[in-house]
C-alpha cells in the first residue's frame, strides 16, 4: 500500500516520520540505513542532524534520481546503491556501527501514479507491476501461469474469495487475446461473486500481483535476516508495513528472535531461537488522526521496532518454514525466467 503519499496539494508524505524518528533518535549522530528510500522522506529527515551518515536503498531507478540531489547536498554522509534490499548482506556492511535500519514497505504514490509502472487499474495499457530489478511482469502471470497457480496467488496473497472464477476466466480468456490492464479489470468484474461496494472489484487481484512480481514475501524475509545481521548491539530496526501479511512476518520475526521458548512446542531444541532482540511493545504504532485525516491512505500503517540486544550474527531463525507456503507460491515465478537462461 501507498506508504509515501501525496495530498490534494500534492505534497509529499513519508508516513509515520515522527515515529520513525523518535525510535531511532538520529539526534546523537550515527549511521543508519534506508532500505526503501523512495523520495527520501526519510533519509532527510535523518541527515538534517548533525554527525549522520545515510546508507539508502532503492529498487527503483527512478529513486536514483532524487538520490543524486541529495549527493550533491549532503556529499560524503549519503550514499545511494540501487539494489534490492534482500542484497543488503553484499555490502560488507558489518564493520559498521549501523545504529538503524529502516523499511518503509510498498510502494509511492509516485510510483502508483506512474502509468509505465502499471501498478494502478486506473490506467489503461500494458500490465507490468514491476517496481525494479524484476525477472517478469504481471503480464506475464497472467498470460502464462497456471489456472491453478493464478488461483493460488490471488488466494494467499489478495484474499480474493473469487480467485477460482477469476482465474478461470483469465485462461479462458486468454486463448484468444492477450490480457492487459483493461481486459483484466473486465475479466475480474464479470468473474466476482460477491461483490463489495466500498472497494474496486479489481483491488485484491491488484495486490496480489504486485506482491507475486516483486516476490515481496521472499525480500521482505530476507532484508529481516540480513538487516538483523548488519545491525550492531543496541542498534534499532524498524519496520512500517501496509498490509496484513506483511505485519504477520515482522511480527512473528520479531517476537521469535525476543524470546527464549520456542513459537511452537514441535520445534526441535536445536531450531529455538535465540534472545537477540528487546521487542519494547507488542502493539505496533500507527498514525495518529491528525496524520491520517492528513493523508488517509495513512490508516493502515503500521509501525513495530525492535532493539538488537547482542552482536551476534550467526542466529537460528525458523521465518522460512514458518512462511513456506508463501514462499513456495512466489517461486512459481521462477518458470518464467529461468527458461530464458
Ligand atoms: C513507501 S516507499 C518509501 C518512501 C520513503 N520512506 C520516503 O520517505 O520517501 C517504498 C519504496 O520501497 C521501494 N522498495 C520496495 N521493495 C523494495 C525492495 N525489495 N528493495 C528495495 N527497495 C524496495 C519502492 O521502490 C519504493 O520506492
Known sequence: MDATIVSKLQKHYPVLLKE???????????????????????????LEFQNTKVIAFDRDFESKKIADRFKQNFENRFLFKNIKFSQLNNLKLKNENIKGIIFDLGYSYTQIK????????????????????????????????????????????GNEQDG???????????????????SLVKIIDKSKKRKNYKVH???????????FVNKEISELINGLINATKTLKKDGVLVVVTFHS???????????????NKSISRYTPL?????????????????????EIKENPPSRSAKLRYV???????????????????????????????????
Open 201 to 211: 472489484n479489481a483491488t485484491k487481484v491488484f495486490q496480489a500481483l504486485r506482491i
Open 20 to 46: 520513525v524518528i523518535s525510535v531511532i533518535s538520529p539526534q546523537h549522530g550515527g549511521t543508519f540505513i534506508d532500505c526503501t528510500f523512495g523520495q527520501g522522506g526519510y533519509s532527510k529527515k535523518i
Open 307 to 341: 532493539i538488537k540486544k547482542k552482536d551476534f550474527y550467526n542466529f537460528d531463525t525458523d521465518i522460512c518454514d514458518q512462511f513456506k507456503k508463501l514462499i513456495e507460491i512466489e517461486n512459481f515465478g521462477n518458470k518464467l525466467w529461468i527458461n530464458f537462461l
Open 164 to 182: 477460482k472464477y477469476i482465474a478461470r476466466n483469465i485462461v479462458k480468456y486468454r486463448t484468444e487475446n492477450k490480457i492487459d490492464t483493461k
Open 114 to 157: 506512474d502509468p509505465k509502472k502499471g501498478l494502478s487499474f486506473e490506467h489503461e495499457g500494458k500490465l507490468n507491476m514491476q517496481l525494479g530489478l524484476n525477472s517478469y511482469s504481471a503480464e506475464d502471470v497472467i498470460n502464462k501461469l497456471e489456472e491453478k497457480e493464478l488461483e493460488k496467488i490471488f488466494k494467499f496473497f
Open 245 to 259: 501479511l506483511e505485519d504477520k512476518i515482522v511480527k512473528y520475526f520479531f517476537k521469535s528472535l525476543s524470546q
Open 270 to 290: 536445536t531450531k529455538q531461537s535465540e534472545i537477540l532482540f528487546k521487542l519494547t511493545s507488542k502493539k505496533p504504532l500507527v498514525p495518529t488522526e491528525k
